[in-house]
């Protein structure tokens, strides 16, 4: 399955796409849960920063469909509590452990949400699975040199958690949020403390998900 969903990408000094535009999934999961929120602004950014050809919109996929495996990149995010279903799981694990790549965000810093997915993955790769992303970590400098995580609503700093597989990132995570509502209509995310600077933190992290 990693022939399907890896792509060999060179930065020389700018990075190289493979033939074909790259679609970036919006998972269905849990069964109608999905995002209305994240916005894909960075799918843009990365095509004219980069010579990465992407679709400029995200393609809903559920889950628990083999579709899943056609798609190198995709995000998931949400509010409220959710399990999901035994396939789900086992795709989701299938899927991470074989190249694919979830970026995942908690809508308007949601708790509940945050509990659920943190359930979740930690059901999949177990209990200290998630780690701290280090601020001097290469995936905060493929495209913009990003020093911090402006947060909305207070003076702190944010921070990104990780699943690492064989010395990669294969689930970058944040409870504050990455959904960038600023490029999206009718989502102001009032309630959150969503990370200012996600636009791109998001370009960044699809270009580190494509280099490695």
């Given amino acids: 399955m990693k022939a399907l969903i890896a792509l060999t990408l060179a930065l020389c000094p700018l990075l190289h796409a493979k033939e074909g535009a790259v ?21 843009s950014t990365v095509q004219q920063k980069t010579s990465i050809a992407t679709e400029r919109r995200f393609k ?31 795709h989701l694990k299938k ?7 979830l ?3 908690a809508s308007c810093s949601n708790e509940a949400w945050d509990g659920a997915f943190q359930r979740e993955v930690k059901r999949l790769f177990g209990n200290d ?16 040199t990003v020093k911090d995580l402006k947060l909305a609503k207070s003076s702190g700093e944010s921070r990104l958690r990780g699943v690492f597989r064989d ?36 370009a960044n992290i699809l270009a580190y998900a494509l280099l490695h």
């Fill in 167 to 202: 010395g990669k990132i294969v689930v970058v995570y944040s409870n504050d949020g990455l959904n960038d509502t600023s490029h999206t209509e009718g989502c102001c995310c009032c309630g959150g403390n969503e990370i200012q600077n996600s636009m791109e933190i998001n």
């Fill in 103 to 105: 970026l995942a965000s």
């Fill in 129 to 144: 699975c998630l780690k701290d992303i280090p601020m001097d970590h290469e995936i905060f400098r493929t495209i913009f």
């Fill in 60 to 90: 809903p996929v559920k889950l628990a469909s083999d579709e899943l495996f056609k798609m190198p990149f995709v995000i998931m995010t949400g509010e409220g509590d959710f399990t999901l279903a035994a396939d789900e799981r086992e």
């Fill in 23 to 43: 679609e970036c999934g919006n998972l269905i999961y849990a069964g109608t849960k999905t995002s209305k929120c994240f916005s894909d602004e960075f799918l």
């Fill in 95 to 101: 899927y991470l452990e074989n190249g694919g790549f």
